[in-house]
């Protein structure tokens, strides 16, 4: 989600742009949050998350263009998959366990059996260590939240999405202060500022409309979230940087890609049901 001003002369067409694309992408979302559930959830959610780490592949594979790229593709729904299954408590460290063996005895042999040149190696390494939590992890975070209760992945959509249409407008007319210039020379304190104020406002208004009170243990993982959701922001301004793009890809009119669109998401998805798991009263059981 790049804040970048467009010339004059192109920022109508832009502007059009995105608001078609919200249009037609908005009640396509909420539809599959509210009407689907189970395995079918869990598909609709993989299909967006898996498109999110083929364009990271197509983005980073120059760095390492004869490494087995790929397979992430096929690895991030097969991860989020089995971090989604109901097990005992035993059962989850062995999880743990084989998903962290996942992540270096297989990426690593795979690196080895692909016969990737070695001058591709540490990058490919890199490129897949990174990218397979960085997909599958939020995939199934947002399973689990609308497993839960489907409105929660509306509070994390609020946090997100808000925060960083506030960020983006005040960011553009009151931005003074550069946030990360060498990565997202558009980006504002004051940006930054208003777009975290806007998430903890979303909660706020959640809490009130779905528990009839604040809940101040919400209001903590609210801001913890929306926090993150800044980082998530700014790691893939910094990858898209790094590799010398300027979107993730032209899937969206007007916004650019859909790693692009999802980019906080993969940081805040974890961050809020991390806190919704630690602080359980402050979201219906």
């Known amino acids: 989600m790049e804040h970048v001003s467009h010339p004059p002369r192109s920022a109508p067409a832009s502007s059009t742009q995105r608001l078609l694309t ?9 539809a599959g949050i509210l009407l689907l559930s189970g395995i079918w959830f ?8 898996t498109w999110t780490a083929f364009e990271y592949v197509e983005i980073v594979r120059p760095r390492a263009p004869h490494a087995p790229l790929s397979v992430l593709v096929l690895l991030v729904p097969l991860a989020a998959l089995v971090m989604t299954l109901p097990l ?11 998903l962290g063996a996942l992540t270096s005895v297989g990426i690593g042999s795979l690196v080895l059996l692909a016969r990737t040149p070695l001058d591709e190696t540490m990058e490919s390494l890199g490129i897949l260590a990174f990218g397979l939590p960085y997909f599958a992890v939020p ?14 992945v509306f509070l994390l959509l609020a946090i997100v999405w808000l925060g960083d249409t506030a960020a983006f407008y005040v960011g553009s007319r009151f931005g003074r202060h550069k946030l990360a210039p060498t990565i997202s020379p558009k980006k504002s304190w004051e940006g930054a500022a208003a777009g975290f104020l806007t998430g903890l406002a979303a909660a706020v208004a959640w809490s009130f409309w779905r528990r009839g009170r604040l809940e101040p243990e919400l209001l903590v993982v609210a801001a913890f979230t ?4 800044q980082v998530g922001d700014l790691v893939e301004s910094m990858i898209k940087r790094g ?14 890609g859909l790693l692009d669109r999802c980019d906080a998401l993969l940081f805040a998805a974890p961050v809020l049901q991390l806190g919704i798991w630690l602080l359980p009263p402050a979201v219906p059981h």
């Open 243 to 256: 590799v010398g793009v300027k979107d993730s890809g032209h899937l969206l009119p007007g916004h650019g």
């Open 226 to 229: 929306a926090a993150a959701a």
């Open 42 to 49: 869990f598909l609709f959610a993989a299909v967006i998350f």
């Open 88 to 98: 005992d408590p035993e059962r989850e460290q062995l999880l743990l366990l084989a």
């Open 139 to 152: 995939l199934a975070s947002i399973y689990r939240l609308q497993h839960r209760d489907s409105w929660l």
């Open 22 to 30: 919200a249009a037609v992408g908005t009640p396509i979302i909420v």
